[in-house]
């Protein structure tokens, strides 16, 4: 295995291993760049879960109100595409995204994106209104805008984080995606049913306006890098130079495609991350929709009642990630076994509790079952999402486009599944609604199953050799093994 760190260093191994204890912690700023990265994570989720919370209000008309110029008249199929469409545009730039970063730079990118989709948000009550297909599109853009953010800021991080802790700073930064979709299930479910700008527009514009405001910050503050931070200190800019595993900015040319499509190791990580996608974003989706239609909350009480899975998902995302860092700091386990043991904690055993669900007729063991099931979900983030980084370095977020487009393709299909379940079901007939439900989360149970199976089999955390391709110089595994000893030792008695 041949890796590419010290030749990315120029030349500095003998400096890096005489003074691997210089360096010490300093700085703060670092985790200023986390907490923005968290916010982007939390209006990236707000934005694509408003709609639903819309879906279940005010927004759509019921049958028997319904007239020929009414143009909110959708049924629960046509509700299933428009919930789906989001992911469809999400598909689409998730390669093209990661690829535009080696030219753009990976916060451009990021922030451009998100921007995007945040001005659309506003006309999504206006265009809504005007035509359903039109709708259909500007959600399919906002996806198109949404679509590039988590593979660049798995390089945003990377840069960012100190090697030792980078599923931790993952697991903060990327967790505000569960973060969002707590706020999105406590607030939404208010500002929809009130009064506040006409009730369901308010999800809209309030969310949008917050993202104006998240983006004003973004891109004052934010750099791909310390060394091009105006707001980082030299002594901080130091420590990470010393701690961080260092990337070159990849050229288009250097991309081993043919290595990479015909990787086992890596089509194993793609298809763990798939199968995860299609039981979480079926769930995200439709978690408002399960409350008020089979558990029978109002809109009122099922946001806060639905925020909890999420609250426990984001437990489980930041533990995760501070416990895997643990285990692989202190030799307890390989970086593989790591990545294997948290694949069957975020898949397996919430697939078995998914499955109790399934069989539940009583509210409140079904509420105790989700909510330990998504606490397990979030071990996901030290399984396939580091993985991409595990298994190359320098084209993790091209690795990570990859995986998360087919994730979206999971995204697709998990709301439209449900849509077409519970289409041709009488709202008021809860006890058909539960069948049908079982089915979804039975076929949920068996994807996430298959999932963490294959990657128990066929997983590796290992670097790559086609990491190395078009470099001049190559590094052994142990001066790979050497920064990682470095970092660990420099980053003790500071770990989050």
């Not at 692989?328 to 898949?347: D, E, F, G, P, Q």
């Amino acid at each position: 295995m041949k890796g590419e760190i010290f030749p990315l260093l120029g030349g500095r191994k003998e400096n890096f291993a005489q003074n691997k204890t210089s360096a010490k912690p300093a700085g703060w700023f670092r985790y200023v760049i986390v907490l923005l990265v968290c916010c982007g994570f939390i209006m990236d989720y707000i934005l694509r879960m408003n709609v639903s919370f819309a879906l279940d209000s005010d927004m759509v008309a019921a049958p028997e109100n319904c007239t020929a110029n009414d143009k909110r008249c959708w049924s629960q199929a046509q509700q299933g595409y428009i919930l789906s469409s989001f992911f469809w545009g999400y598909f689409a730039t998730q390669l093209p995204g990661a690829v535009i970063c080696c030219y753009f730079g990976a916060s451009k990118v990021f922030g451009i994106g998100l921007f995007i989709a945040i001005l659309a948000t506003f006309l999504c009550p206006f265009i809504s209104g005007v035509n359903f297909w039109l709708f259909i599109a500007l959600r399919l853009f906002i996806g198109l805008g949404q679509g590039v953010t988590f593979p660049v800021a798995l390089n945003i991080i990377a840069n960012w984080a100190p090697s030792s802790q980078f599923a931790t700073f993952i697991a903060l930064g990327g967790g505000g995606q569960y973060l969002g979709a707590v706020l999105a299930n406590s607030v939404s479910g208010l500002l929809a049913s009130g009064s506040f700008l006409e009730g369901w527009p308010s999800l809209f514009y309030v969310y949008g306006g917050c993202g104006v405001l998240w983006a004003l910050l973004w891109f004052v503050f934010v750099r791909d890098d310390p060394a091009t931070s105006y707001w980082t200190s030299t002594a901080e800019k130091e420590y990470l130079a010393a701690t961080t595993v260092p990337r070159k900015a990849v050229q288009i040319s250097e991309i081993p495609w043919k290595s990479i499509l015909k990787s086992g190791r890596f089509w194993s990580t793609c298809v763990i991350h798939t199968c995860n996608g299609y039981g979480y974003f079926m769930l995200l989706s439709d978690i408002p929709k399960f409350m008020i239609e089979v558990l029978q909350y109002n809109m009122k009480d099922s946001g806060f009642i639905a925020s909890l899975p999420y609250v426990m998902i984001y437990l489980g995302y930041t533990s995760g990630g501070y416990l895997s860092d643990l285990l692989v700091r202190n030799k307890i386990l390989s970086k593989t076994w790591t990545r294997r043991w948290c694949s069957v904690a975020a898949m397996f055993i919430p697939a078995i509790l998914l499955t109790g669900m399934a069989y539940c007729e009583n509210n409140v063991p079904i509420l105790i079952l989700m909510n330990i099931a998504m606490y397990f979900q979030g071990y996901a983030n030290p399984c396939y999402y580091v993985n991409y980084a595990d298994l190359s370095p320098r084209f993790s977020a091209i690795l990570c486009g990859i995986g998360n487009g087919l994730c979206a393709v999971a995204g697709i299909l998990g709301p439209i599944a449900v849509g077409l379940l519970v289409n041709d079901v009488d709202p008021n007939d809860h006890d058909k609604l539960h069948e049908r439900w079982k089915i979804a989360f039975l076929s949920a149970s068996a994807v996430w199953m298959f999932g963490s199976v294959q990657y128990c089999v066929f997983g590796s955390a290992e670097v790559q050799p086609w990491n190395s391709h078009g470099l001049e110089e190559e590094t052994s595994v142990e001066d790979e093994d050497l920064l990682y000893a470095y970092a660990e030792e420099s980053s003790r008695g500071f770990a989050i």
